[in-house]
């Protein structure tokens, strides 16, 4: 039966998720630092199973120090619960150049709430560009759409289109049903005009929504997969690796 030292390591092991030789390095780097905590903890009085027990509550949590292990920004980084954080992070939260969760944040992020450069989700910020029930960006193509340029069946922007638009100027070949609009085609800014070229891109996702929206799915499937299969894999070894 392995001592509880080992299976501390064992824990610690599954959530940094290395390959083996590493693994081998960081477990034998991992028993030699914990073995000296226990020596000096035991010289201090505590008994021998007192010293492994305070040593292991000392050192932290192995979920903590497993992740720790992956590194401040690993290629990829997914997990099952808490923050991942990666070039490409899948997670319940999610930071990273590409970002995916219920929480995400990165230069392209999509989850529940993202917030990016490139956003999507049930609520998306996009610097550049938001698609999403509520959507906030530069160019905002939501439900809800608030934005420098937005389109949406609620639009409010410097450009607006939508069922209901509000804003500085409202392309009159985008006119819904509720149009509220400072300029017209004749006095609206050029700045305006030039902005409004980006509703070609709303207008590209209208044309092929029957396309983009699949994909879309099938992208948030894929990471649910990955997610689950994550989760899979830690519990495979405990269950009580999962908790908290």
Known sequence: MKSILDRYIDRVLVYANKLEPESEAIRQELKDHLLQKVEDLAAGGLSREEAVLEALRKHGSPKVIGYRLRGPFPWIDIRSHGTARGVIAIGPRAVGIFAFGAFAVGVFAIGGAAIGIFSVGAFAFGLLFAWACLGIGGLAYAAMAIGVVAAGAVAVGAVAVGGVAVGGWIPSRFHGSVNISHYTANNAPSFLKYLAR???????????????????T?????????????????????????DG
């Open 218 to 242: 099938v992208a948030l499937l894929v990471l649910f997969y990955l997610q689950y299969r994550e989760g899979k894999r830690v519990r495979v070894h405990d269950d009580w690796l999962l």
């Open 198 to 216: 980006l509703l070609d891109v709303a207008a590209f996702i209208d044309r092929y929504i029957g396309i983009i929206l699949p994909a879309y």
